[in-house]
């Protein structure tokens, strides 16, 4: 059974940072590009960064690039969200998502974990 | 960025009656070289992650029921629930893979009337 359990949320003072976990099990890992999303309170979904399978490829969105850095373990089957600067309109729930085989859609979701920055 | 609208914003529908959302892109998503449109639908219930429905527009994920259907393709597409059910109050997303950044409508509630 495919699992993903992201960690790490927090409140977090304006201009802070944090990095964010997704620990993964049931799929073999290294063979699947990954991806965050986020949600808002009361929001819709918004695509905030993506990665290859092997690491070397990354994508982020405008509002987060330069400012977040994905990464990933696969040795330890774990995705990575570095946070830095962090904005009051960052705070959200943080989904981490495995991409399906074909293209870049999203076939399994964990939980989220809640980021809040806050003062 | 490609924007995705979907309409209406909220609906009500009967048990057993069919629902309709739609969702326009402001660019094509349709691969003209596989005949494939990059449009990707989610269901997401209350306290819940998301979870994939349809891809490639009208590819019903595997465990899926059948009554949902994805259609369109281009710039405009359509999510069809046959014979709404109860497990079915959500709200419903739409999603582009086409390009980068790959961007979500604003999203469609759905509820019983």
């Known amino acids: 059974e495919v699992q993903l359990l992201e960690s790490g949320g927090d409140l977090v003072q304006p201009g802070g940072s944090l990095r964010l976990s997704c620990a993964a099990s049931?799929?073999?890992?290294?063979?699947?590009?990954m991806t965050w999303v986020r949600q808002a309170p009361g929001k819709g979904l918004e695509w905030v960064s993506a990665i290859s399978r092997s690491g070397g490829t990354t994508y982020y969105a405008d509002s987060v690039r330069g400012r977040f850095t994905i990464s990933r373990d696969n040795s330890k089957n774990t995705l990575y969200l570095h946070m830095i600067s962090l904005r009051a309109e960052d705070t959200a729930v943080y989904f981490c998502?495995?991409?399906?085989?074909?293209?870049?859609?999203?076939?399994?979701w964990g939980q989220g974990t809640l980021v809040t920055v806050s003062s | 960025d490609i924007v995705m609208t979907q309409s209406p914003d909220s609906l009500a529908v009967s048990l057993g009656e069919r629902a309709t959302i739609n969702c326009k892109s402001s660019?094509?998503?349709?691969?003209?070289?596989?005949?494939?449109?990059?449009l990707a639908w989610y269901r997401q219930k209350p306290g819940q992650p998301p979870k994939l429905l349809i891809y490639w527009a009208s590819t019903r994920e595997s465990g899926v029921p059948d009554r949902f259907s994805g259609s369109g393709s281009g710039t405009d597409f359509t999510l069809s629930i046959s014979s709404l059910q109860a497990e079915d109050v959500a709200v419903y997303y739409c999603q582009q893979y086409y390009s980068t950044p790959w961007t979500f409508g604003q999203g469609t509630k759905v509820e019983i009337k």
């Open positions: 660019q094509s998503l349709l691969y003209r070289s596989t005949n494939k449109n990059s």
């Open positions: 049931g799929f073999t890992f290294s063979t699947y590009a």
């Open positions: 998502a495995k991409k399906k085989a074909d293209d870049y859609f999203f076939d399994y």
